[in-house]
């Protein structure tokens, strides 16, 4: 009994002391976007090598400078999708935005309070969406639909069917924001880099962000912790509202005007470019970057269609054919995480 209890006594060796203050090696792990952003730019690199004409700095900037409007609304999409939501009528929200925008420019408002004017409208309708999933207690995808005819409609009945063209194009909202510093980086260009990076920080760094990727990977546990889900949902939508908002305001500045159907056929793209670029659709997380990337590949693939020559029809095909290997490639991806998972549990 005496040599046991020595034995249990005994003083650690010097190796038992190391291996205890030893502390696990961290393991180095490539970003989430990794992946898209070597495809972008294999893509890329392939294009110029056929086409080096399509490497040019200008052709290249104004690639940027289109992915924006639609990019933007690509990085509000992620927080839906990282819910487990949709909105469909991102699109008309878009339009009817930049309609109030450029209309309240023709009734004589100044410009800059014009655009601030549709962000808060795209906001507003936005919280219309939000309370309609709420109070009905459907999925986001259902009402959506709804209102996507609902704001196509008002918007049409609001512009009468016809562009709006703001006076006086040469103020300082409309110079600016089509502005292009050093004759080759659009304005906006640098607008939708600097949103990307500030809702990249909201979603990774904030408590919204915590409660949206929460609320999206079980929403019974988050609502356990406190976390009021609805209340979630409904500031995402205010949310992709207002960068609708943004965007169309901006738009506006940017072409000087807003034809009526602009925007009618952004929802598809805003989606697949955050899915290409690796936010999934089961919920729970994100990529704000990946998103970005994702528009870009959308463009570089339209933009290389033409410079091969090829029909600007076949963009659509090429597109929903990346989408699919995107999705395979993200379910590929999740059965090896689950099987590794099973693995170590084991063990």
Do not use: C, Y
């Given at each position: 009994m005496t040599n046991l209890n020595q034995a249990r006594e005994a003083p650690p060796t010097a190796e038992t002391v190391a291996a205890r203050q030893r502390k696990p090696a961290r393991r180095f792990r490539l970003p989430e976007e990794t992946g898209v952003v070597v495809a972008?730019?294999?893509?890329?690199?392939?294009?110029?090598?056929?086409?080096p004409r399509f490497l040019n700095?200008?052709?290249?900037?104004?690639?940027?400078?289109?992915?924006?409007?639609?990019?933007?609304?690509?990085?509000?999409?992620?927080?839906?999708?990282?819910?487990?939501?949709?909105?469909?009528?991102v699109g008309w929200i878009f339009n009817f935005s930049a309609v109030v925008a450029a209309l309240l420019m023709v009734a004589g408002l100044n410009p800059w309070?014009?655009?601030?004017?549709?962000?808060?409208?795209?906001?507003?309708?936005?919280?219309?969406?939000?309370?309609?999933?709420?109070?009905?207690?459907?999925?986001?995808?259902?009402?959506?639909?709804?209102?996507?005819?609902?704001?196509?409609?008002?918007?049409?009945?609001?512009?009468?069917?016809?562009?709006?063209?703001?006076?006086?194009p040469t103020t300082s909202f409309f110079t600016l924001i089509s502005a292009k510093i050093l004759g080759v980086v659009p304005v906006v260009a640098l607008v939708f880099v600097a949103l990307t990076v500030a809702l990249h920080f909201v979603l990774h760094r904030t408590r919204f962000g915590y409660r949206v990727q929460a609320v999206g990977s079980n929403p019974d546990a988050a609502l356990l912790a406190g976390i009021p889900n609805a209340l979630v949902r409904l500031e995402t939508l205010v949310l992709m509202g207002a960068i609708a908002g943004l965007s169309g305001s901006m738009y506006v500045g940017f072409r000087g005007a807003i034809d009526p159907q602009e925007g009618s056929d952004f929802v598809l793209t805003v989606i697949a470019a955050v899915i290409?670029?690796?936010?999934?659709?089961?919920?729970?997380?994100?990529?704000?970057?990946?998103?970005?990337?994702?528009?870009?590949?959308?463009?570089?693939?339209?933009?290389?269609?033409?410079?091969?020559?090829?029909?600007?029809?076949?963009?659509?095909?090429?597109?929903?054919?990346?989408?699919?290997?995107?999705?395979?490639?993200?379910?590929?991806?999740?059965?090896q995480r689950m099987l590794s998972a099973a693995r170590r549990g084991e063990r």
């Open positions: 972008l730019i294999v893509m890329m690199a392939v294009i110029g090598f056929a086409k700095p200008i052709n290249l900037f104004t690639i940027l400078g289109n992915t924006t409007f639609q990019g933007m609304l690509s990085l509000g999409m992620v927080f839906l999708l990282a819910i487990r939501e949709i909105d469909l009528s309070l014009a655009m601030f004017a549709g962000i808060g409208f795209g906001a507003l309708l936005g919280l219309v969406n939000g309370i309609l999933v709420i109070t009905l207690r459907l999925p986001s995808i259902i009402i959506t639909l709804g209102t996507f005819s609902m704001f196509e409609g008002l918007s049409l009945v609001s512009n009468s069917g016809r562009a709006i063209n703001p006076p006086n290409i670029g690796g936010t999934p659709l089961s919920g729970g997380s994100g990529t704000v970057f990946g998103a970005m990337v994702g528009m870009l590949i959308i463009q570089v693939i339209a933009s290389g269609i033409i410079f091969f020559g090829i029909e600007a029809t076949w963009s659509t095909f090429v597109t929903g054919a990346v989408i699919i290997v995107a999705v395979v490639l993200d379910q590929t991806v999740k059965h």
